[in-house]
């Protein structure tokens, strides 16, 4: 299938992820119809088309799937029977098995594992009971999370004693439980990958991710790693994409450590906040390539143009946005009519005008 | 005045330039209204807010301008009228004057070159008894050109004798007229050029364009030009501009001698084709320039980091955007439902990866 140009394309969630999506598809030719549950949705200012609907209103989905062509969308936690249900009416990619395996840090570990892909120990905790035995093999300090819904640091909590890690199985909703090794990683990095319909694997530059109060803070291109450390991500990554089958892009965050091997820490089925620099430097950004990958389309060149430093803007820090942009620098704000704490407003990408990539 | 971030940018008309003034606004989180006659407009299809109507329905006008903070428009012929009347509600950028100038060929040229900047030698011909003395004065071949409404080489003739101009002024409308001298130029070069709200002015560097049968063809940056012509163009692009008073971005055709010294051919008092290359290569591009200049923020930076080549898609050449782009090949389609003969349906900016800019 390739979808010819004037199609419409058909996005879950209606955050700055399907809004830049939407962005990338109009640059392309495409109509976008954007699907989401929240009237404010920034993404409905980007487009005519919109459903304002549960993800389990069944008309409401069955209307979405008659208007467009391919569905995709923004955010991995899309119900499985929300999936299940439109993957009849039109074709769903990513498609209902990535969102199984990322829907659940489990799953997903096993899934990853069982490719010869290292991840961080861990063992699965379904009780109380399994606390001790896994804080002995794992050693403390380890990281209890939910196996579901968690993102941006929510829905996890080092722990540094059995005592610790009791009480947190008894906060942390909902159970099943998994316990996470403590990784002494020396930095994390991910990189985004996208395969194509055919079959094709295009991977973009590895990141280096830096964290603050569980939120990307900054994303840096090139990385301080190795050539071999970022040959081993873009292996990884397209072992991973294969081995699901996998059309349109991923984002893998890794942590690395000293020694330059890499554990997978987590997997999205979907464009990243680690690959919003793409945009700014590349050829093909990971929001066209994603639409190329769903659309059927042969995947375009990453190629990189220059170093750039991507930097959230969280809360009231959009307030930057409107002043002068200085040297190198490109805004983008994602249109959110409220500022929050916590809150993704928009990103900066500070280009190195002086430094080429060749 | 400065636009808070969530202001609503109103934009006279539809086409691809309307829709990607659209795209950058929404990057720099504004919301877009977009006025146009015509139902399928492609504009339309990348903002839920719209208003279909003829640019003379003053009820239509007005209840645009309610729902807008500021007005631009991605064309030169906006009736003065509606001008007159919108600027009289909200701000209009760039304003009624620099419409005027230059919606009319012999004002412009007048404005121009009354501001020391060269233009092509050049007569009013009001009359079929006009023609004679004109010829006489410039030669031939010349150009006789309609003053108003031309675009893409529509409006014009070239005439090689007093017969042939003649029938050229018989055949050209509407009245009244300029014959311009034939200028023997070696290439055709344009800047685009941004001045802000507080008089600020930023160039982006300029474009060697190539035209095939009256319609650009291609643009490339860096031109073949000396860093003097290429100061000159810069100079004379500011000088206009500063002349004008003008907020926002302006293009400018010049006729590049063999001297080395240029002629203004046209302005355009908007974002212009030759710089859709900006949108690949430029930290800023014209079109989030535009928008910054009429929101009253402060300009971007124009810095260009890669060469480039930006090809038109004229009717079915848009055919080529779904195949394989290509390395380096950056595809942008219009989203418009029909292909014509001649019709601008996308462009294709062909960036040179292996060779940096610095």
Redesign the interface.
């Known amino acids: 299938m390739?979808?010819?140009?004037?199609a419409t394309i058909g996005i879950l969630g209606g955050g700055q992820l399907g809004?830049m999506l939407a962005?990338a598809a109009?640059?392309?030719?495409?109509?976008t119809h954007v699907y989401c549950p929240d009237p404010e949705s920034p993404a409905?200012?980007?487009?005519?088309h919109?459903t304002i609907a549960a993800y389990d209103d069944e008309a409401a989905l069955a209307g979405f799937a008659a208007a467009v062509d391919v569905v995709t969308y923004e955010f991995e936690n899309v119900p499985a029977r929300t999936a299940t249900f439109l993957a009849a009416l039109k074709p769903l990619h990513p498609d209902a098995r990535a969102l199984a395996v990322s829907q659940d840090r489990l799953a997903e570990k096993t899934f990853i594992a069982g490719l010869g892909v290292p991840v961080a120990p861990h063992r699965a905790i379904h009780a109380a009971a399994d606390l001790a035995p896994a804080l002995a093999d794992l050693g403390t300090p380890a990281i209890l999370k939910t196996t579901r819904l968690g993102y941006d640091g929510k829905g996890q909590r080092r722990v540094a004693s059995l005592a610790e890690a009791e009480q947190a199985f008894a906060d942390l909703r909902p159970h099943p439980l998994v316990l996470e090794a403590f990784v002494p990683f020396v930095r994390e990095i991910s990189i985004i990958a996208a395969r194509g319909a055919d079959g094709s694997i295009v991977t973009f530059e590895p990141a280096e991710n830096v964290h603050r109060d569980g939120i990307l803070h900054t994303s840096t291109v090139p990385a301080a790693i190795s050539g071999a450390t970022a040959d081993a991500a873009r292996e990884h990554a397209g072992r991973i994409a294969a081995a699901l089958d996998y059309v349109g892009v991923l984002g893998i965050e890794f942590f690395a450590l000293a020694d330059g091997n890499l554990m997978v820490n987590e997997i999205a089925p979907r464009v990243h906040n680690s690959g919003h620099w793409t945009e700014?430097?590349c050829?093909?950004d990971q929001f066209e390539q994603h639409i190329r990958a769903i659309?059927g389309?042969?995947l375009?060149?990453p190629?990189r143009?220059?170093d750039v430093v991507m930097e959230n803007l969280i809360g009231d820090e959009?307030a930057v946005?409107?002043?002068?942009?200085?040297?190198?620098?490109?805004?983008?704000?994602?249109?959110k009519?409220e500022s929050r704490p916590g809150r993704k407003m928009?990103h900066l990408n500070r280009?190195d005008?002086?430094?080429?990539?060749?």
Chains 1, 2 share one sequence.
């Open positions: 390739s979808l010819p140009l004037g809004r962005l109009a640059r392309l030719g495409f109509k409905f200012e980007v487009t005519p919109r700014a430097v050829v093909t659309a389309w042969p375009g060149d190629a143009l220059a959009i946005v409107p002043g002068g942009p200085g040297p190198g620098v490109r805004p983008h704000a994602y249109g009519a928009g280009i005008v002086k430094k080429p990539r060749f």
